[in-house]
């Protein structure tokens, strides 16, 4: 019997992801096959390889463009993935948006500082470039 949970998210550029996974230690590898409890799989247009025994498949919902939200599915037995990408991907989606307005913000040539909170949260201020 599978365990994989699949949640929809609001990730459409993987180039921000693929940012996020990087700043996390993570590989993010294209049309690959994430792995799964005693050795189930599941397929992913791009699967996040975690240092655990699990991973996360990214995919696009079958007949979506591709504008449409990935998906995010992982076998979140014994919390492996929650140690690595916390729990509900929250680090992993906080980090994504970093990553999202990071590009955008130098898209438009603004300038941007990043601060870690002492809560945890990331403080973004933009300001016009100088």
């Given at each position: 019997?599978s365990?994989?949970?699949?949640?929809?998210?609001?990730?459409?550029?993987?180039?921000?992801?693929?940012?996020?996974?990087?700043?996390?230690?993570?590989?993010?590898?294209?049309?690959?096959?994430?792995?799964?409890?005693?050795?189930?799989?599941?397929?992913?247009?791009?699967?996040?390889r975690?240092?655990?025994?699990?991973?996360?498949?990214?995919?696009?919902?079958?007949?979506?463009?591709?504008?449409a939200?990935?998906?995010?599915?992982?076998?979140?037995?014994?919390?492996?993935?929650?140690?690595?990408?916390?729990?509900n991907?929250?680090?992993?989606?906080?980090?994504?948006?970093?990553?999202?307005?990071?590009?955008?913000?130098r898209?438009?040539?603004?300038?941007?500082?990043?601060r870690?909170?002492?809560?945890?949260?990331?403080?973004?201020?933009?300001?016009?470039?100088?």
């Amino acid at each position: 019997m599978s365990h994989f949970v699949t949640i929809e998210t609001q990730i459409r550029d993987a180039a921000a992801l693929a940012d996020a996974c990087a700043e996390l230690g993570l590989t993010l590898l294209p049309n690959a096959t994430a792995r799964g409890f005693s050795g189930t799989t599941r397929q992913g247009d791009l699967v996040i390889r975690l240092h655990g025994p699990f991973d996360i498949a990214v995919n696009r919902p079958s007949g979506t463009g591709e504008d449409a939200p990935y998906t995010l599915s992982t076998d979140w037995w014994q919390g492996h993935v929650e140690k690595e990408v916390g729990p509900n991907y929250g680090r992993l989606l906080q980090l994504y948006g970093v990553h999202k307005t990071l590009r955008e913000a130098r898209a438009k040539r603004l300038r941007v500082t990043r601060r870690q909170e002492s809560d945890g949260s990331i403080r973004l201020t933009l300001t016009p470039a100088a």
